[in-house]
């Protein structure tokens, strides 16, 4: 089994060869998917409680430098000790911490403001930047990803350093996967089968999306060995917009219950999707799933290492407009997977994407419909790119299964 210190290794490596490359000194992570990507730590303030710009971690070019962790005192208290090759730094915020055995000592005694400041944060990114010698160059930040009070706080704190996006460099770290990851994505996509599967099995007309929901997140706690839901897109009949709250209109005869899930195993997330129907499908429905479902295979046919991801949208779109749905309009065809807590992220199957599939991406592929007084009918699968194709994880049927 791959463990998560080789997987931080292959990161770092695969990271500072980009960095060369780009003639980048550091790479500065601010959002909490990529935060976690560098440092191997999730941030809860980030994580739970939805804060921006509330710790760093900073990755140097040199090899030689520790991955430096920015945080608040607050929560820098729960960074586990032996997280590999991390260097722990941590600036005040308004919570106090005593010592009252004198084991840290009070270093922000006096120095408590309100609410978090990112000038703090900033300038102690500063201090750690000219402490290992980057005082010069360009750094790669999160710039896009910042709010625009945060931009100006950190111009403001190192005025003598360039200062490059360093979005494009993370999608590329991240959209190989090291062996860790795949294993991780490997169990989201199992466990997200398991509650499917449990779940359909208790559906009955009358049933509500409510309680369909319901019944999915206790099938994840009970027979998924307690993993959470990221996210549970399920629709029922014709209401196919997502759900925050989900209603308790009762199903009837003829209704498709569509499943777009995701289930969180170490902070990485599935996201597959399956379609059944309560009692015999209609002709049109026949007639639209059997259209996707040809879009779809030949995805799964198609894809191998050195296919652009723009050759395979342009083959698949126009074959399941023949296939069944002239008008089927879509802007991508699949993404990648892993951290995005939005399930999909970088780079997408779509007509402009320029980036070929390698050995080692997870993918998603799904081949979406919502049509007014149809509902929702999906498709979606996560494939593993190999040497000589593509793996599926999905064990699950993809035919238009009748409950």
Partial sequence: MPSKAEHLKDVAERARAIMEKENVEALVATSCENFYYLSGHPSTFMYTLRMSEVALAVMFRDPNRPTVIIMNEFEAAGVPADLPQCELRTYPTWVDVDDPLGLRGAKYEGRRPVNHQVQEMFGLLGQVLAEYGVDSGSIAVELSAMRYPAVTALREAIPGLQLAEAGPILTELRSLKTPWEIAQLRKSCEYAEISITQTIKGIRAGHSAKEIADAFRLALLTHADGFESRFHMISVGDHFAPA???????????????????????????DIARTFVLGSPSDTVRRIYGALRAGHDRLLEIIE???????????????????????????????????????????????????????????????????????????????LVTDNGCERLNKLSRDLISL
């Fill in 305 to 383: 290492p050195g296919l652009p991801m723009k050759n395979a949208f342009g083959e698949v779109m126009p074959l399941i407009r023949r296939s069944g749905i002239p008008n089927y309009n879509r802007g991508h065809l699949g993404h990648s997977a892993g951290l995005s807590l939005a399930a999909e992220e970088a780079p997408f199957l779509s007509p402009s994407e320029e980036t070929v599939f390698r050995p080692g991406m997870v993918i998603c592929l799904e081949t979406p419909y919502y049509g007014y007084g149809i509902g929702s009918i999906m498709i979606e699968d996560m494939v």
């Fill in 244 to 270: 925050h709250v989900f209603d308790n209109r009762p199903s009837k005869p003829g209704d498709l219950i569509k499943f777009d899930v995701g289930v969180d195993v170490a902070g990485y997330g599935s």
